[in-house]
Every structure is written in structure tokens, then in C-alpha cells.
């Protein structure tokens, strides 16, 4: 998160708690509430959905679980420490995740039952006691490759990984992110794109993007799930924007330029003003001189 | 009788001559007035010289101020010299009789001070070695470069509005002054250009003057307009104005009229010519002062009171620094001394007789002086961009003794110019005073051969 973002949540949540100062008591927790048992069981897939919604809703207050980033200016502890663990069951956090309190936005409305367990998990894999059932999310390295078809401003991107004996094989449902560099940042083109059965997403880029003089554009393309398939970031140039054109505004005749841009207009008014009064003083001169013979 | 001679009787050509030749071989006291103004100047020498030597620092300008009293001294020189064009010119050209006597003093006015304005731009220069860049690379966009022009053009012209009416007065002091040093009667002869009195020859001088009155008149409001516009086209407060030009121009003819009241008097007084610079005179020259000075007036108002009644941020700080603030004992004084005391007096025929005159004058070009100085520097002490992490001495100005020196060593400069011209050369045109006498040129020829 930027530094920039971090203060904007602040002042945001700041003003929110002023507001709220009035109603910020102590949290209530019925016992039922702590006793509450999730519907579900946690897997390690579950666990990973939990993390991606964490990191989206909860990580600009709370920071990354363990690693004390959260804004303790605000009330938001971090929801990693043993301490934390120990003293709330997942059926309490479930509740105050849910009912929010003062500084904690209420997320009743915002996820589903299903999500909101998917959060607490997350939060309770923190808790070396916390049992995940199921088989273990491996990492499954892959690779991307670039390949451009220039007559319908398509790139595809094929993902492959290797199987058990390390060959490559196409890899399928990786959710694929197109970019095209700019200054600030990256633009990001398009929706998510899965790959298909070949491995392959493919994209079409809009006409009129600027570009550089020759019309380049830096395209990025990347997994969006970078925990699962590594942070494989692949570019390339594609001459696909639109020209710059450069007018460098020096080059033209205006007041601001050099002399030798100097403005039509005022290149005539000036010598034309200067040579003619100079003409006059010259003729004068000429007849002064002349004033001998009359 | 003619409206130069009103009180006594009528002159004969011999009477001008000697009158007017007189003060030339006169040397009382000459001596005294080169040496105090030789001595002004090389105090300023001697300034100026440590600064070519040490930079501009030994001034009080610095990053902010950098304009000082060098150039609120330009604009004020420029300001004077301008007198020339409105007295020779303007009035002139419409066939005012009176100033016969006095155009030549106007004129030795503008050149001296035309000539000083020029060298005090060089003074402002850190490296004055590279004036000449200001030729090669300088912008035809930039009114600095047309300011250079223009005044070039209007020195030239001065010199030669001041040389043509002189011609005809040569054969007369080749006369009159075979008494004198040979290189003298050298300049003499040479400047005559051959002129002999004859018919064609008056003719054509006649019609030379005419075409320079009318040439001057565009290339003097050209002067004065682009000198403004240096401060008129940037947008800083207090500077951004419409008016500035015409306002520079109307301040202009107020310096430029009081200077020509001061020489008159002090002319008038040490040349023992009574007779031909007459209360007349300076109740005409007192009347037209009041006049050019009420246009002044009025465009101050027009200055001051509208951005004043707007009070835009900014402009307010401006305003009030001068109004209320840092500046207001200066732009006070300046404003009811220079300019509108001077105007109810003037309105009065008994201050319009020559002493109060002399007096009147003196307020008005000190008052012309350091309102230039009021235009230049509280502008620059408030620039749009606050003044932050500089050294305190920065932040306000007040000009040090070197630029005194070097600013007096201007004024004394073009006092000295005036001298000499007054010393080598009657200070009125002999022929055209016997013209306003009466007196033809078959006489004034016969005058001029008869031993």
C-alpha cells in the first residue's frame, strides 16, 4: 500500500470514529456468538479465497496478520499475534466481523456467510493449533509466453507448467492480466482473462493508445495469482499506439522563442520601423552635408 | 513687438551677438562648476570601478531586488531626456512662438540625459564586457532589445535637432570669436557645414528641422513606451498595467519640463540674459508644467485607484505598502511634494514668476526621481513566490552608498554634457531670435561680412 493510501485510510478512519465516538463502546459479545462453530471446514483452497478478500478488505487497517503493519493509531490490532489467537475464538471474530464496533466497519452486508468464514480462517491460520483439512495448496510454477498477431492487434499469452516428470504442458484456468506501461503505473487492458485448454488468453488492444514517436507500447502480461504461479511478469513492445507527435513549442515563430523564431510580425515591424527612421536620419545627414554646394 | 522681447527695446543683430556669444568667453566661476562636477564624477568613478572589479555584489541589490537605483535612475533619465521631443517638436510644430528661446535648452537636456541613460544600463551590468551579446544573441521578442534601438535612435536624432538649429549660428561665432582658442574656431568652421547665409541654405535647413520634429515625435513616445514596457510586460503587481505606457510618457514631460524651468532659471540668471528669458517666459513654461502635469495626475489616479479599489490579492499588499506601508513616507511625500503641491502653486500667476519657479522645479524633478524608484522597487519586493530560505539582507533594499556614487556620477555626467554644449555654444539660436526680432537675413548677412 502506499504511502499515500495509508493516510488517506487514516484521515477517512479518523473521521469516522469521530463521528462514532458517541456509540464506540466496549464489544458486546453474546455467548452463543463466542460458541458459534463454522458450517464448513477449512481447506487450504478456502483458506487461500479468505487471504485474497483479506488482503483486498481488511489489510489497509489490520496490516498483513503477524508482521505488526496495522494502524494501532485507529484501534485495529494485528490479527496474527498469539495473543490475538488465543483470546478469540473464530465464532467471536465471526461476530465482530460481522457487527463492527466504533472504528471497525460492520461487514454483514458486505460478504456472504461462506466468505466471512473464509476470513476467519485465513485470520486462524495464524494459530499453529488451527486445523486445515485437506490437501495442501501447492505452488505450481509456470511460465508465460508472448506471441502477437499483428493484423488483429492480438496478443496471446501461453501459460505452461510441468507435469510430475517435468515436461511442459499448457496450463489451464490461470487468470491471465494485460498492461500497458505508462508513465505513472500500469494501464491495465481489459478484464481477467482465463486461459483456455491450450493455455493460451488472448487480448485485443484498442486502437489509439499513445505511444511513443514510433507508436511503441510496453506491454506487461502476468498471473494475477501470483502466490499460486510466482510473479512470472512477461513484456513486450508492440508498435500498436498511436504516434506521438512532438511539437516541441520552441520550434515555432512565437513571442516565447529564440531570436531566430522570432515571430514574423515583429521581425518586420522592427526592422521595417528601424530602417525607415534610420533612412530619414541618413537623408538628413546626406543634406547636411550637401548644404555647402546650395 | 514680438513675444520675445516684450518688456525692452527692440535689438539690433550686433546686441544679440554679443549677448548671446558673451557667457562663451565668460569663464567666472566655469572653472569652479567643471571641477565640482569632474570631482562627483570621479567619486563615482572610483565606485564604479570597484564594482566592475568586485560585481554587483558591492551593491545592495540581490537575488530578489535586482533591479536598484540604476534602473529607477534609467527610466528617470530617459524620462527627462524626453523634454526635447515636446518642446522642440510638439510646440514647435504648432507654432508656439515663446519657446524660441528655450528650445535649445531643452534640447541640450535631452541629449545630455539621453546620452547618461544609455551608460547607466551599462552601470546595472555585472559583465559589461558582454554588452555586445545583447546584439548578437538578444530577442527581437524582448522590449529590452527595442529599448536599446530606440534609444540609440532618439540620441541620434537629439544630436542631430540640436546641431541643425546651431548651423546657421556659425557664421556668427566665427565672427565673434576670432578671439578665442584656435580649436574652437576649428569646430566652429566645421560645424557651419559650408553654411553661408544663403537663401536656399536657410531653405533647406528649415525643411531638415521639420522633418526631424516630426520623426522624433514617434521615436520619443517609442522610447518612453518600450522603457515601459519593460515593466509592463511581465505580469508582476504593480507592473502589470495597461497604462503604462501613456503614464510613463505624461511622467515623462513632467521631469523633462521642471528640468527645462531649472536651466532656464539657472541659465537665464548666470548668462546675464534676462533680456531674452523673461518672466514672460516662465509664466508660459509654468502654465504648461500645470498642464502636463494635470494629465499626470490624472493617470495616476487612473494607477492607483482602480487596482487600489479592486484590492486583488496581491495587488492589496502592493497598494498598501504604498498607501499605508513600507513605502507610504516616500510615496507621499513624492505624490503631494512632487506633483500636486507643485500643481495648486503653479496655478498661481506669482508662483509663476521665476525664483518660486526655480523652486517649484526643484520639488517636481525630485519628486520625478524617486518616483521611479517607487514604480521599480516594491514590485520586486513582493514576487509571486514568497521569498523563503535566503539570507535576511535579501528580503528589503535600500540603495548603498556605491550606487549613490555611481548615480550621482550620471547626474553630474549630464549636467557636465549640458556645460559644455552651453560653454561652446550660445544657449539660443541666434538667427531665429533675430528673426522673432525683425531682423532679415540680408541683415544678418551684412552683419556677418562687414569687419
Not at chain 2, 513687438?1 to 548671446?20: A, F, H, P, Q, R
Not at chain 2, 515593466?231 to 507592473?239: E, L
Request: aromatic letters at 12%; proline letters at 4%.
Amino acid at each position: 500500500m502506499t504511502y499515500l493510501n495509508k493516510i488517506k485510510i487514516f484521515v477517512l478512519v479518523f473521521m469516522f470514529i469521530l463521528f462514532t465516538s458517541s456509540i464506540n463502546a466496549q464489544w458486546n459479545i453474546p455467548a452463543d456468538a463466542k460458541n458459534k462453530k463454522p458450517p464448513i471446514d477449512p481447506t487450504h483452497t478456502l483458506v487461500k479465497t479468505g487471504k485474497d478478500l483479506y488482503k483486498s478488505n481488511c489489510a489497509s487497517c489490520h496490516g498483513t496478520p503477524g508482521q505488526g503493519n496495522n494502524i494501532a493509531a485507529i484501534g485495529a490490532t494485528d490479527l496474527g499475534t498469539a495473543d490475538y489467537q488465543h483470546s478469540h475464538s473464530s465464532g467471536q471474530t465471526f461476530f465482530q466481523v460481522e457487527q463492527g464496533n466504533g472504528g471497525m466497519p460492520s461487514f454483514r452486508e458486505k460478504f456472504s456467510s461462506d466468505e466471512k468464514w473464509c476470513l476467519i480462517f485465513y485470520i486462524k491460520s495464524f494459530d499453529k493449533d488451527f486445523e486445515i483439512s485437506g490437501e495442501e495448496l501447492k505452488e505450481q510454477k509456470a511460465d508465460l509466453r508472448l506471441s502477437l498477431v499483428e493484423k488483429i492487434r492480438t496478443v496471446k499469452a501461453y501459460a505452461t507448467t510441468k507435469d510430475k516428470s517435468g515436461k511442459e504442458i499448457p496450463l489451464e484456468g490461470a487468470e491471465v492480466q494485460f498492461f500497458i506501461k505508462r508513465m505513472f503505473g500500469n494501464m491495465q487492458i481489459g478484464e481477467l482473462v482465463p486461459t483456455d485448454n491450450k493455455g493460451m488468453a488472448s487480448i485485443k488492444i484498442p486502437e489509439n493508445i499513445p505511444g511513443d514517436e514510433e507508436g511503441k507500447l510496453n506491454l506487461l502480461v502476468k498471473f494475477k495469482d501470483t502466490d499460486t504461479y510466482g510473479k512470472v511478469i512477461k513484456s513486450k513492445t508492440i508498435k500498436w499506439g498511436s504516434k506521438l507527435k512532438i511539437v516541441n513549442i520552441t520550434d515555432k515563430r512565437e513571442m516565447w522563442g529564440s531570436l531566430h523564431r522570432v515571430p514574423l510580425w515583429v521581425l518586420f515591424s522592427y526592422f521595417g520601423m528601424t530602417i525607415g527612421v534610420w533612412l530619414v536620419i541618413g537623408y538628413v545627414v546626406f543634406q547636411i552635408i550637401r548644404l555647402k554646394k546650395l | 513687438m514680438s513675444e520675445v522681447n516684450k518688456e525692452g527695446t527692440k535689438k539690433t543683430i550686433g546686441t544679440i551677438v554679443s549677448d548671446l556669444t558673451r557667457p562663451i568667453k565668460n569663464h567666472k566661476g566655469f572653472t569652479i562648476w567643471i571641477l565640482f562636477l569632474l570631482t562627483v564624477m570621479g567619486v563615482g568613478m572610483m565606485a564604479y570601478v570597484d564594482q566592475l572589479a568586485n560585481g554587483l555584489g558591492v551593491t545592495a541589490m540581490r537575488d530578489y531586488i535586482s533591479w536598484g537605483l540604476y534602473i529607477s535612475s534609467f527610466i528617470f533619465f530617459i524620462a527627462t531626456a524626453l523634454v526635447g521631443m515636446l518642446i522642440s517638436a510638439v510646440l514647435g510644430l504648432i507654432g508656439i512662438k515663446w519657446i524660441t528661446p528655450i528650445a535649445r535648452i531643452a534640447e541640450m537636456i535631452a541629449l545630455g540625459f539621453a546620452m547618461w541613460a544609455g551608460l547607466i544600463i551599462i552601470f546595472d551590468m555585472g559583465r559589461p564586457d558582454r554588452a555586445l551579446n545583447l546584439f548578437i544573441h538578444g530577442r527581437l521578442q524582448s522590449p529590452i532589445l527595442w529599448d536599446v534601438t530606440v534609444v540609440t535612435t532618439y540620441i541620434a536624432i537629439s544630436v542631430l535637432l540640436y546641431l541643425l538649429p546651431l548651423i546657421p549660428d556659425m557664421p556668427f561665432l566665427k565672427k565673434a570669436m576670432t578671439d578665442q582658442a584656435k580649436w574652437k574656431q576649428k569646430i566652429y568652421k566645421i560645424l557651419s557645414f559650408g553654411f553661408e547665409g544663403r537663401p536656399e541654405q536657410y531653405k533647406s535647413i528649415k525643411k531638415l528641422i521639420r522633418i526631424l520634429a516630426i520623426l522624433i515625435i514617434p521615436v520619443a513616445l517609442a522610447i518612453h513606451t518600450v522603457t515601459s514596457w519593460l515593466f509592463a510586460m511581465t505580469p508582476r503587481i504593480g507592473w502589470d498595467s495597461t497604462i503604462f505606457g501613456p503614464y510613463y510618457v505624461t511622467g515623462a514631460f513632467v521631469a523633462g519640463g521642471a528640468a527645462v524651468m531649472i536651466a532656464m532659471f539657472v541659465l537665464s540668471r548666470n548668462y546675464n540674459l534676462k533680456d531674452y528669458i523673461t518672466d514672460f517666459h516662465f509664466d508660459k513654461m509654468g502654465k504648461l508644467l500645470v498642464l502636463l502635469m494635470l494629465v499626470y495626475f490624472y493617470f495616476n489616479i487612473n494607477e492607483y485607484i482602480v487596482p487600489g479599489y479592486k484590492m486583488k490579492a496581491g495587488d492589496d499588499h502592493h497598494i498598501l505598502g504604498l498607501f499605508t506601508g513600507h513605502y507610504a513616507k516616500m510615496f507621499w511625500t513624492v505624490q503631494l511634494g512632487g506633483m500636486i503641491i507643485p500643481i495648486i502653486l503653479l496655478l498661481f500667476r506669482r508662483m509663476r514668476k521665476p525664483l518660486p519657479s526655480l523652486f517649484i522645479g526643484i520639488a517636481v524633478i525630485i519628486g520625478a526621481f524617486f518616483k521611479r524608484y517607487i514604480i521599480t522597487i516594491p514590485t520586486l519586493v513582493h514576487p509571486h513566490l514568497p521569498i523563503q530560505n535566503v539570507p535576511e539582507e535579501f528580503h528589503s533594499y535600500w540603495p548603498n552608498a556605491w550606487e549613490w556614487a555611481i548615480t550621482m556620477m550620471a547626474i553630474a555626467g549630464a549636467v557636465l554634457i549640458i556645460t559644455i554644449l552651453a560653454k561652446l555654444f550660445p544657449i539660443m539660436p541666434i538667427w531665429e531670435v533675430a528673426h522673432e526680432e525683425g531682423i532679415t537675413n540680408e541683415e544678418m548677412n551684412k552683419y556677418v561680412k562687414e569687419s
